[in-house]
Each structure stands twice: as C-alpha cells, then as structure tokens.
C-alpha cells in the first residue's frame, strides 16, 4: 500500500470516528434536556396534586370564598389539561405552558390571601402541611426550571460551535427553548395590609 493511501484511511477513520462521537454526545445531551423537561413536569404535577386538599381544607372554612376557590380549580384543570412532548418543545407551546402554570400560581396567591380572613385556619396543621407543601412544591419547580434552563443552553450552544454544528445540522438537532420570566416579572409585588 502507497503512503498515501494509509493516510487517506486514517484521516477518514479519525473523521469517522469523531462524527459518531459528536453524535453520541449530542444524543446524550438531548436525551438530558428531555430529562430535565420531565423533571419540570413532575413538579407542576405535584403542585396539580397538592391543590385539591388544600382546597378541600380552606373550604371547610370559607364556604362563601366559592369564586375563588373555583379559580383555583378552573385553573389547575386547564393547566394539567395542557401537556407538551419533550421533542416538540416549541417556544409558543412553552409560553402556553408557562402562561397556564401562571394562572394557577395567581389563583393560590389569592387562595393563601384568604388566610388572612380566617384566623382558625391559619392555626389549622392540615392547612398548614399543605401550605409547607405547596411553598416546598413552588421551590422544587424553580429548581428544575433552571436545571432545565442550564442543560438547555449546554445542549443549545453544543448545537451551534463549529464543528459539531456540522453534525447538529445534518442530524436534525434543534435549538430547545427556555423558560422566560413571566409578564411583569421584573416588578416587585405589592403588600397591602
């Protein structure tokens, strides 16, 4: 065999051998993002779980608080209604998502104001487990909306540096979205007593 030739062999072999170790990589990292997807997900059904006992528990005490508490149902239905494929994780459907993930944060905010009408339930334990609950629920999916944010943008920037780009393009790999902060995130709430 000419010399040539050897080096043509080994220049395609080291090609070869980086295109199905790019891919790989790139398929880990995608099989991570929809991981993390999932991750989000279970919290938000925790937090769909969660809502009807504290419903039930602020019920038995604020019987008239019947709009607001249909709020929060009618919310948690329309939210747990919605769900998104992993691999069709488009930046409008995320954004429907968020929007109704919203509408239930903002009925158990008015939920929880309730508590403040009803000094018997503020004292009640079931009522404040839930309460627990539903604060370490809302903590756990901050977490894992950022988890999934992070392993995004590792996957997204993978997708878009030379050479692996090469790769992504040939391959289908496309750029996942984030979660955004919501409309009028950026202003401080405000307390009134």
């Not at 880990?28 to 059904?45: F, G, I, P, R």
């Not at 944010?149 to 993978?158: D, M, P």
């Not at 393009?169 to 996942?176: I, L, Y």
């Amino acid at each position: 065999m000419k010399k040539s030739t050897i080096i043509i062999i080994a220049v395609v072999a080291v090609l070869a051998i980086w295109g199905v170790s790019s891919y790989n990589g790139l398929v880990k990292m995608d099989e991570s993002v929809n991981t993390a997807w999932s991750n989000v997900e279970n919290q938000y059904q925790r937090r769909a779980d969660l809502i009807p006992n504290l419903v039930n528990t602020v019920k038995g005490y604020a019987a008239h608080e019947k709009e607001t508490l249909e709020a929060v149902m009618a919310a948690r239905s329309k939210a747990t209604q919605m769900t998104i494929d992993a691999d069709n994780l488009t930046p409008e459907k995320l954004q429907a998502y968020q929007k109704a993930q919203g509408e239930i944060g903002s009925a158990l905010g008015r939920l929880l104001a309730i508590t403040e009408a009803y000094p018997d339930l503020k004292a009640n334990e079931n009522f404040k487990e839930l309460q627990a609950q539903l604060e370490g629920t809302e903590n756990r999916i901050s977490v894992e909306r950022r988890n999934f944010n992070e392993i995004a943008r590792s996957y997204n920037t993978a997708i878009r540096t030379f050479p692996r780009t090469l790769i992504a393009s040939m391959c289908g790999f496309d750029k996942r979205p984030y979660f955004e902060a919501e409309e009028g995130a950026n202003k401080a709430p405000e307390v009134k007593f």
